[in-house]
């Protein structure tokens, strides 16, 4: 089956600018999530979508990030303005479900992102 | 909250010998516990789960709820095993948290 698909790979702006994330998760998956992974840290949660509800967006710098999954399927993830502390890879993962024994999460390659 | 953690950030061992990579949560609830490994250039991907008590590619884990711990271990580690591995909990609600990560080097 094809994976999940994310673009772009990797991204440099400059600190105020914006940036956008796409990511297009395995078919049929009810649930998205999009991780910022920090180096030398393990993917820290940002969003969680079930179809294009959102589950969990407690660690979502809401003044600069927003996410949304348009018709339940492929989402975007917004930076606006960029820090420099937003510089990561941000990885997008699906799964089937969120529950019992379909949370298997599926990643996508990731975008790096630099602020500079 | 929930919490995962991985004491160690990097572990050294020797081809053939026994590597055990640690891993502690906490959860007031029954959790599903995974490991996840992320070799070198490729993408993060399932390594096990602790409600499948299965064994890929020589590893185990068990869950110890009086010690709510879910180590990793295989009996003779292998080259190809170096990797970063993730251990992740999953609250039976939808959410995935993860550890911080350990890199396992097996040297020749």
């Known amino acids: 089956e094809a994976g999940v698909a994310q673009s772009p790979r990797y991204k440099i702006i400059e600190k105020r600018q914006s940036v956008a994330f796409w990511c297009n998760p395995i078919?049929?998956?009810?649930?998205l999530y999009w991780y910022q992974q920090i180096l030398g840290q393990g993917p820290k949660l940002l969003i969680q979508?079930?179809?294009?509800?959102?589950?969990?967006d407690s660690q979502l710098p809401k003044d600069r990030f927003s996410a949304e999954r348009l018709k339940g399927v492929d989402s975007t993830l917004k930076i606006q303005p960029a820090k420099l502390e937003d510089s990561a890879v941000y990885l997008c993962?699906?799964?089937?479900?969120?529950?019992?024994?379909?949370?298997?999460?599926?990643f996508g390659q990731g975008t790096r992102l630099t602020v500079v | 909250a929930q919490r995962v953690t991985q004491p160690e950030k990097l572990l050294s061992v020797f081809k053939g010998a026994p590597v055990e990579l640690k891993c502690n949560y906490s959860?007031?609830?029954?959790?599903?516990l995974f490991w996840y490994v992320q070799y070198s250039r490729q993408r993060l991907q399932l390594l096990l789960r602790?409600?499948s008590r299965e064994s890929i590619k020589g590893f185990t884990a068990d869950l110890n709820k009086g010690e709510t711990s879910f180590h990793l271990k295989k009996p003779f580690a292998q080259e190809e095993d170096s990797a970063m591995y993730y251990c992740?909990?999953?609250?039976?609600?939808?959410?995935?948290?993860f550890g911080a990560g350990t890199r396992l080097f097996v040297k020749a």
């Open positions: 078919s049929g998956h009810a649930t």
């Open positions: 959860y007031s609830g029954s959790p599903e």
């Open positions: 979508f079930q179809n294009n509800g959102v589950v969990d």
């Open positions: 993962a699906s799964s089937l479900t969120g529950t019992g024994w379909n949370t298997e999460a599926f």
């Open positions: 992740a909990l999953n609250d039976g609600g939808f959410k995935t948290i």
């Open positions: 602790h409600i």
